[in-house]
């Protein structure tokens, strides 16, 4: 009984599908593959726009800063050679000695040189690879 239940009845059997067209339908079309749409350009690029507008005034307000701390500077540059007066600067003059004498720094006694004197100078050092090739050579016979 539940086969029966299955099959379908014996006169659907016999009949076979046939698709129906229609005149009317039109072709199905293919879609395109997609393309590459450029983007828009940014507003803050577009002359006349709201965005280059506000862009623009900060360009001159970043402008304006600039000029006043140059302004400034200068101002401050200035101030601060008129408070040097060139009578308080005491020029820098070597003393004039004459052909025949001797100097008077030679006869005066030196004081002794400062441990502080060579800092940072490296003195004479002993060259610690004079043969890159036999050092190698050394290298290679160890391991």
């Known amino acids: 009984a539940a086969a029966a ?3 379908a009845p014996a006169g659907a059997r016999g009949q076979r599908f046939e698709p129906v067209h229609f005149v009317d339908e039109a072709p199905v079309v293919q879609p395109s593959p997609w393309t590459p749409q450029p983007l828009p350009k940014p507003l ?4 006349g726009s709201i965005a280059q507008a506000a ?3 900060v360009d001159a307000a970043a402008q304006l800063r600039q000029a006043a701390a140059e302004a400034e500077l200068q101002r401050r540059a200035l101030a601060m050679a008129e408070a ?4 308080e600067v005491t020029p820098i003059t070597r003393p004039v000695v004459a052909r025949g004498t001797a100097p008077a720094a ?3 006694p030196q004081a002794a040189p400062s ?6 100078i ?10 890159l090739d036999a050092v190698l050579r ?6």
Request: no cysteine; hydrophobic share 35%; aromatic share 2%.
């Open 5 to 7: 239940g299955r099959r």
């Open 44 to 47: 803050h690029l577009s002359p």
């Open 55 to 57: 862009m623009a005034s």
């Open 84 to 87: 040097i007066a060139p009578s």
């Open 106 to 108: 030679k006869t005066a």
């Open 115 to 120: 441990r502080f004197a060579k800092m940072g």
């Open 122 to 131: 490296i003195g004479d050092t002993e060259p610690g690879m004079t043969d």
């Open 138 to 143: 050394r290298r290679r016979a160890v391991g």
